[in-house]
């Protein structure tokens, strides 16, 4: 009975270790996207920049003002992306160790699990052989103690 009862928790236990490990992996896929997005955004941001910052050559103050004021903002904006991406990365190291520990105590409530297994089939093998020389007692002697004579 105690054997099944551990059987139980421990197969409790590996489907919540396996929600964890799910929910582990979404977010290091998540983390991966947003540093992917992330790099993706600051070297646009730096092209558009530098394709303005060349442009600056036009013909009145305002116009050279207002593509100072752009190229300015999107390096700015490359700058920004530069920092999420860090963040991103940062999180994609914490995610994979997350990951690698959701992992390990799969394997490790897994083998657990298996060994409760064993346990309880050899629990359940040796009630079976002890009822089995019980019952053969019981057969061959008769009421009053004594042996069945062999037909």
């Known amino acids: 009975m105690r054997e099944k009862r551990q059987l139980a928790l421990l197969r409790r236990q590996q489907m919540l270790a396996t ?22 955004l600051a070297n646009r941001s730096r092209e558009l920049a530098a394709t303005y910052q060349s442009r600056i050559g036009a013909t009145n103050g305002e116009t050279v003002r207002l593509s100072g004021q752009f190229a300015g903002s999107l390096a700015a904006l490359a700058h920004y992306a530069d920092q999420s ?13 997350v990951l690698a520990a959701a992992d390990n105590r799969m394997r490790r409530l897994s083998e657990k699990a298996q060994r409760a297994q064993q346990d309880l089939e050899a629990r359940k093998e040796g009630r079976n052989a002890e009822f089995g020389v019980r019952l053969a007692r019981k057969l061959q002697n008769d009421g009053d103690g ?5 037909r």
Request: no cysteine.
């Open 19 to 40: 929600i964890a490990r799910r929910e582990a992996m979404r977010s290091l896929a998540d983390a991966v996207g947003e540093e992917s997005r992330s790099a993706g």
């Open 85 to 97: 991406r860090g963040q991103a990365v940062e999180q994609i190291e914490s995610g994979q160790e």
């Open 146 to 150: 004594q042996l069945r004579s062999p």
